[in-house]
């Protein structure tokens, strides 16, 4: 049996500060084939951490220099229909990306999701959501939150806000070499690489934490993960999940987490 991919990698997010920030929250892990996944360090400089800006350059290089790889990240890629509705815009996955990154710039320096919510810089006014609104794939993932649910504990709505802008980066950089699931299509082409949603609460009690940080260990638990339903032949299933027609149609603007059926 064949593996559909040679490297897997997961990393849990952070919209803690800057996009240049060392954040102790920020952490990859990466696997291939042979090898159980292991924490990536970043590269050598005066910061200790990973950086949002620092992870999206390394991804870039990362993925247009190798071999079919799987990337988890675990934050939100869009939003609810409602959001689309309110503020009349598209049902176009890379309209929206650059539309939230002109009212929510949170790739530029110096920038804290924060400082676009209180007015400082940005328009957020413009471009709210309801807390109340949740994806499909939210509702059926039953825990997952709203991605407009802030200052709550487990929140990924800060997650969400800072790295949309940086999924517009990496799709600029890495034109035809990566397919961002399920956006360009449910079906994976072969060979290809893949960005996709995740949420690790599905996986991380599979494992034990063997000493790992929280942070660690979602990044550690949505790379094995995925190396092992590749190994046993059963990730690509979950590029399928089982929808309606309406509910496949409204998933392809707002998305869909990788694992939830």
């Known amino acids: 049996m064949s593996s559909a991919f040679k490297r897997y990698i997961g990393i849990d997010y952070s919209g803690a500060e800057t996009p240049t920030s060392s954040l102790k929250g920020l952490r990859v892990y990466e696997a291939d084939a042979e090898i159980t996944a292991q924490e990536v360090q970043p590269p050598p400089s005066p910061r200790k951490y990973w950086t949002r800006r620092g992870i999206a350059e390394w991804l870039v290089a990362h993925l247009a220099s190798g071999p079919p790889t799987i990337v988890g990240v675990d934050h939100g890629f869009s939003f609810a229909l409602r959001y ?106 072969t060979d290809s690489s893949v960005i996709a949603e995740v949420y690790p609460s599905l996986w991380s009690r599979s494992f034990p934490p063997a000493g790992r940080s929280p942070d660690q260990h979602d990044a550690f638990a949505t790379a094995e993960w995925l190396r092992r339903a590749d190994a046993k032949g059963t990730l690509t299933q979950f590029f399928s999940p089982e929808l309606e027609l309406t509910e496949r149609k409204t998933a392809e603007v707002e998305g869909w987490i990788l694992g939830v059926s």
Request: with cysteine.
């Open 84 to 189: 689309f509705e309110r503020h009349g815009l598209p049902l176009d996955w890379p309209l929206f990306l650059d539309d939230f990154q002109r009212h929510w710039p949170t790739d530029e320096d110096h920038t804290y999701v924060e400082f676009v919510r209180d007015g400082s810089c940005g328009d957020a006014a413009s471009r709210s959501g309801d807390p109340r609104w949740r994806r499909i794939t939210e509702l059926r993932a039953r825990t997952a939150k709203s991605v407009f649910q802030f200052d709550v504990q487990g929140s990924v709505a800060k997650s969400t806000h800072s790295g949309l802008p940086w999924l517009r980066y990496l799709r600029q950089h890495l034109v035809g070499q990566v397919h961002f699931w399920p956006f360009d299509g449910w079906s994976v082409p």
